[in-house]
């Protein structure tokens, strides 16, 4: 069954700062764990988020471009930090400072994703905002979404190259 199309409200869903949202997924991204805050804050049923694709939260402000970058991360058994903008079931949204990390067995072979996130500092996610503005407007001059994407990264990889920083050191300085 198609899921509804969700409109962003505008309204930012609060959290606390020492609150941890976390979730589990398997390897094409379909939610395995979540704890109660990732519940709370999605505002969907639990039995709905669990089996669902972790997609389900994406919220269309997010440029493509970071979720090649974290995908490409990940299955290579790295881990990566970003900001990344939810929306909730209701269109709300909330921000995050997400650390995403695969999931090993004992042969080392990635098995899932692991993702811990955060509330970020508001002067934070301001500096993100403009940044994934100038991504999204980049994915969207083209005309399919996969050209947009491939050209919203490398716009990205171009701005860090400028700036002579590795991706880690400038989400780490933001």
């Not at 409109?7 to 930012?12: A, F, H, Q």
């Not at 764990?33 to 694709?53: C, H, Q």
């Not at 990635?110 to 100038?134: C, M, W």
Request: glycine content about 6%; proline content about 6%; aromatic content about 10%.
């Amino acid at each position: 069954m198609a899921r509804p199309i969700i409109k962003p409200t505008g309204v930012e869903c609060p959290f606390d700062q020492e609150e941890l949202i976390v979730s589990k997924t398997d390897l094409k991204g379909n939610i395995t764990y979540a704890n109660d805050v990732f519940v709370r804050l999605s505002k969907y049923p639990r039995d709905e988020v669990i089996g669902a694709p972790h997609s389900l939260i994406r919220h269309p402000a997010m440029p493509r471009c970071m979720f090649k970058m974290l995908w490409d991360a990940i299955q290579s058994k790295k881990e990566m930090f970003a900001y990344v903008v939810n929306m909730a079931r209701d269109g709300d949204h909330y921000w995050v400072f997400a650390h995403v990390t695969p999931t090993l067995d004992p042969q080392r072979n990635v098995i899932g994703f692991h993702s811990n996130r955060r509330k970020p500092d508001r002067a934070q996610v301001g500096k993100i905002e403009t940044l994934y503005a100038k991504l999204r407007d980049e994915e969207n001059r083209h005309r399919n979404a996969k050209d947009g994407m491939n050209a919203g990264h490398a716009m990205l990889i171009n701005l860090l190259k400028d700036q002579g920083v590795e991706y880690d050191e400038f989400v780490f300085a933001v």
